[in-house]
């Protein structure tokens, strides 16, 4: 079994930043993609950005230029850092993992989901 715990979420004002982070353990042989997902109030989960093992980023239109994922495979952390924080940006944020097990068997896994909230 593997686990994804997000952490970093919280309130920040408009114009702030934030940064999320998500560590995965367990049954890990290899990761493959890692991402960030939201779900804001009445929507839908979307993509917010996603990086393959090689280190390609792809974003969401809504947060290019204003979010930066990274992430750390020694650690098994991915990272999304927010600036420039908008009222919209409000939403769940969920890692998601790409995980090949120490059974060759590959999986997505996703964490609990951590709350940001951006108001005044």
């Known amino acids: 079994q593997v686990q994804l715990v997000e952490s970093g979420g919280g309130l920040a004002q408009p114009g702030g930043s934030l940064r999320l982070s998500c560590v995965a353990s367990?049954?890990?042989?290899?990761?493959?993609?890692m991402g960030w997902y939201r779900q804001g109030p009445g929507k839908k989960r979307e993509l917010v950005a996603r990086m393959t093992k090689i280190g390609v980023a792809v974003y969401a239109y809504a947060v290019k230029d204003r979010f930066t994922i990274s992430r750390d495979d020694a650690k098994k952390t991915v990272y999304l850092q927010m600036n420039s924080l908008k009222p919209e940006d409000t939403a769940v944020y969920y890692c998601?993992?790409?995980?090949?097990?120490?059974?060759?068997?590959?999986?997505?896994?996703w964490g609990q989901g951590t709350q940001v909230t951006v108001s005044t």
């Open positions: 367990g049954n890990i042989f290899s990761i493959k993609d």
């Open positions: 998601n993992a790409a995980v090949v097990s120490y059974s060759i068997v590959s999986d997505q896994y």
